[in-house]
T-cell receptor
């Protein structure tokens, strides 16, 4: 069966410090991978997605970046954190590639990382 | 423009009763998918149910069913026989666009459901 891991689970970082969040998936190959951010009491905002190694698409301009160095590894980074980067970060995977836009291929989420920037 | 609208920020339901969570969507695509997720206080997002735009039957998964009204662009989640463990945030999401866009989902703002004993 497939599993998705994220670490760390919680993180408190000062403004201006770097960030590295890691996500790995087991039990599948060539997945689509996603990074979302959720502000308190809000919906999920898609930050990045990847359909393959080295292929990253950014959804919103910000001081965050993502990389996919291996097929089942997805990393979210920042060189200098801002207060507004605080939030709950969720990684997700789905079967890829899709054959049509409405295809089922649900996304499965990791446990998340709660980031507080002080 | 908001793609997914969930108009109920919070709802209460008595244990063992049924509850409907509303979701309306906006798209000009003919092929799209609709999803519901549950987020307990632990934070993890749990997939509940899927409805394809070409599916003629409403989707059902155990106690969850999706009331899909395509002409009205609504995809309401119905939970039958509510349980205390159903207390959580519920998110409606839609996938549209080209398949090579990675199948990204657009989420609504969520509805917080509280089940009373």
């Amino acid at each position: 069966s497939q599993t998705i891991h994220q670490w760390p689970a919680t993180l408190v970082q000062p403004v201006g410090s770097p960030l590295s969040l890691e996500c790995t998936v087991e039990g599948t190959s060539n997945p689509n991978l996603y990074w979302y951010r959720q502000a308190a009491g809000r919906g999920l905002q898609l930050l990045f997605y990847s359909v393959g190694i080295g292929q990253i698409s950014s959804e919103v301009p910000q001081n965050l970046s993502a990389s996919r160095p291996q097929d089942r590894q997805f990393i979210l980074s920042s060189k200098k954190l801002l207060l507004s980067d605080s939030g709950f970060y969720l990684c997700a995977w789905s079967v890829g590639p899709l054959k049509k836009p409405g295809a089922r291929s649900e996304q499965y989420f990791g446990p998340g990382t709660r980031l507080t920037v002080t | 423009a908001q793609k997914i609208t969930q108009t109920q920020p919070g709802m209460f339901v008595q244990e063992k009763e049924a509850v409907t969570l509303d979701c309306t969507y906006d798209t000009s695509d003919q092929s799209y998918g609709l999803f519901w997720y549950k987020q307990p206080s632990s934070g993890e997002m749990i997939f509940l149910i899927y409805q394809g735009s070409y599916d003629e039957q409403n989707a059902t998964e155990g106690r969850y069913s999706l009331n899909f009204q395509k002409a009205r662009k609504s995809a309401n989640l119905v939970i039958s026989a509510s349980q205390l463990g159903d207390s959580a945030m519920y998110f409606c999401a839609m996938r549209e666009g080209y398949y090579n866009q990675g199948g990204k989902l657009i989420f609504g703002q969520g509805t917080e459901l509280s089940v009373k004993p």
